[in-house]
């Protein structure tokens, strides 16, 4: 316990246990996602943070799974192991549950079982993956399982409980986007967060962190370890400056709390927000709030791009698009244009949507467009939170 004079300071590696107040869906029952508003309190940590920062979150693995693991190597969950980074030895169980990944397994523990396999059949099976020939086809394996998967189709290969732990990748805590400011409830972070469902290998599967926060903390009774991680994604530090959020799914999460920050410190630059998702009926995060922003004035523009809503996918880019005279009116007069959401796909045509309207707009070739583009990023005008 901390003297008198000292100050508890909670970190990554010394997460504060806060309770997770509220947990709702944001999602109508008929959509095929499930996003949910999470309201995870902070009071008496110490804790600070500004918009545009994360919220880590260290989960636990479902015990179901443990139980699967332990009962796969005829262990009971008492034995100790010890971990990297962890102090003194932990019960096999404790460190199942919390402390590493059950899923992602590597070319690592196939190597293992193969040195330890008996049966001939489960041998040959093993060989054939780590043959050099085989290595797209190892990839594909191995995204497919997690560890009960492959204790249970080579049951020969006998794993002792600190040899098991060995071969696992430490628990990685995961972050999510604030969406909230601080200056609406300095100890309550607002998180959006979307459950992750699927099925592979004719097993259901869920996200870790995702399925935790949804099915097993009990909001207003559960607190999670959590802690604060900084960001360089902010809203216009000039309250005057114009800003274009283009934030999809949950995406529009930090976006959110930019809109809370800017009202709340009454910054006179308009506000943009381009939402998208699948339909308007089921998908529309956080709708009425959008439309009490517009009605107050602290929303300028709203455009939403509901993906299935018609014949015609219409994605984000595509409003983008339909509205590049007014988009280049407010970026040439200094709007700040901001993204967040997915980079494999969405983050990368919204950049092109960008770089075209710059040239049509403003009247540049693509390699002077590129230029400009380049020195809105370096003037921290041009930011992206992408994961």
């Not at 600070?48 to 009962?71: K, W």
């Not at 300028?300 to 018609?310: E, G, I, M, N």
């Not at 219409?314 to 409003?319: C, E, I, L, N, T």
Request: proline letters at 6%; one cysteine or more.
């Amino acid at each position: 316990m901390p003297g008198p004079l000292e100050v508890e300071t909670y970190t990554k590696d010394r997460p504060f246990p806060a309770l997770v107040a509220e947990n709702r869906l944001l999602t109508g029952l008929a959509s095929e996602k499930e996003t949910r508003h999470f309201v995870v309190d902070l009071a008496g940590s110490g804790l600070a943070y500004e918009a545009g920062d994360s919220l880590g979150i260290y989960p636990s693995n479902r015990p179901d799974d443990v139980a699967e693991v332990l009962g796969r190597i005829g262990a009971t969950g008492e034995e100790p192991v010890t971990l990297p980074r962890v102090a003194g030895a932990v019960p096999l169980r404790v460190a199942l549950a919390d402390k590493v990944s059950l899923s992602a397994p590597t070319r690592k523990v196939v190597e293992t079982l193969a040195t330890r396999a008996s049966a001939p059949d489960e041998k040959e099976r093993l060989a054939a993956l780590l043959a050099p020939e085989s290595k797209e086809a190892l990839q594909a394996y191995l995204h497919e399982r997690e560890f009960g998967d492959l204790l249970a189709e080579y049951p020969s290969a006998h794993l002792g409980a600190q040899e098991l732990v060995d071969q696992m990748r430490r628990l990685m805590p995961r972050l999510y986007s604030i969406a909230s400011s601080p200056r609406v409830n300095p100890a309550r972070v607002d998180l959006t967060v979307a459950v992750v469902r699927y099925r592979t290998h004719g097993r259901e599967r869920g996200g870790v962190c995702t399925t935790f926060l949804a099915d097993r903390v009990r909001a207003g009774t559960d607190r999670v370890p959590v802690f604060v991680a900084s960001s360089h994604f902010r809203p216009p530090e000039d309250g005057s400056r114009d800003a274009i959020m283009v934030g999809p799914g949950t995406g529009i999460a930090p976006f959110r709390a930019f809109v809370q920050e800017r009202a709340a410190t009454g910054a006179k630059g308009r506000n943009w927000v381009v939402f998208g998702e699948q339909h308007r009926a089921t998908d529309f995060l956080y709708e009425g709030e959008w439309m009490e922003r517009l009605a107050q004035g602290q929303l300028a523009r709203l455009d939403t791009a509901f993906s299935r809503d018609q014949a015609t996918k219409v994605y984000v880019q595509d409003r983008l698009r339909e509205n590049a005279a007014e988009l280049w009116s407010w970026i040439s007069n200094g709007a700040n244009f901001y993204v967040c959401g997915d980079a494999k796909r969405m983050a990368k045509d919204v950049d092109l949507a960008l770089h075209d309207i710059v040239a049509g707009q403003g009247g540049l070739t693509p390699a002077q467009a590129a230029d400009y583009v380049n020195q809105m990023k370096k003037s921290h005008r041009y930011q992206k939170d992408v994961y």
